[in-house]
T-cell receptor, first 115, second 114 residues
Framework: AQKVTQAQTEISVVEKEDVTLDCVYE???????LFWYKQPPSGELVFLIR??????QNEISGRYSWNFQKSTSSFNFTITASQVVDSAVYFC????????????FGAGTRLFVKA | SQTIHQWPATLVQPVGSPLSLECTVE??????LYWYRQAAGRGLQLLFY??????ISSEVPQNLSASRPQDRQFILSSKKLLLSDSGFYLC?????????????FGQGTRLTVV
């Protein structure tokens, strides 16, 4: 069965600090897709990144970077030099090729960035 | 470009009253459509998804139902609301098959059942 665990419920950092959001997943499928979404206070989820199970290459986009490690079933998200605008709830999600359209979300990590 | 509209933004309804939340997508054809619910401080729970007109899959047994009367319209309904139906409801769409594409979300409806 699919499962996504975001063990960090809340994280509080001071602006300009680096912060890593953890995501651990479980799946029996060999083909699957991992996602990160950001939910700002307005409520709408915003897509950040998608990774498929065959692509373990890490990715960097500006201050954001993602570390995908199949050996530990983790897909961690790092924000470098955090800013107040990064304050939001971040969700990790998983969908399986076999499962089709069912995407499972983690419980989310609420990030507070203080000025 | 594609856009998704969801309304109303907030709703306060008495227990036992009916519910109808509407979601429409523009700029794409034959999207996959989803209804999620987010309880306070918790993750997203998939309630329904639809891959075409009249095709609805339910993920959890509940007091809610969904319909897709048109290609880009997705409606969430209830005949009699319960207190436990309170939450933040999000509509989303995606393309592709086999879960390999990201979803795009509406702005959500905050439902409070009193």
């Amino acid at each position: 069965a699919q499962k996504v665990t975001q063990a960090q419920t809340e994280i509080s950092v001071v602006e300009k600090e680096d912060v890593t959001l953890d995501c651990v997943y479980e799946t029996r499928d060999t083909t699957y897709y991992l996602f990160w979404y950001k939910q700002p206070p307005s409520g709408e989820l915003v897509f950040l990144i998608r990774r498929n199970s065959f692509d373990e290459q890490n990715e960097i986009s500006g201050r954001y970077s993602w570390n995908f490690q199949k050996s530990t079933s983790s897909f961690n998200f790092t924000i470098t030099a955090s800013q107040v605008v990064d304050s939001a709830v971040y969700f990790c999600a998983l969908s399986e090729a076999v499962g089709g359209f069912k995407t499972i979300f983690g419980a989310g990590t609420r990030l507070f960035v203080k000025a | 470009s594609q856009t998704i509209h969801q309304w109303p933004a907030t709703l306060v309804q008495p227990v036992g009253s009916p519910l109808s939340l509407e979601c429409t997508v523009e700029g794409t054809s034959n999207p996959n459509l989803y209804w999620y619910r987010q309880a306070a401080g918790r993750g997203l729970q998939l309630l329904f998804y639809s891959v075409g007109i009249g095709q609805i899959s339910s993920e959890v047994p509940q007091n809610l139902s969904a319909s897709r009367p048109q290609d880009r319209q997705f409606i969430l309904s209830s005949k009699k609301l319960l207190l436990s139906d309170s939450g933040f409801y999000l509509c989303a769409w995606s393309t592709g098959v086999r879960g390999n594409t990201e979803a795009f979300f509406g702005q959500g409806t905050r439902l409070t059942v009193v």
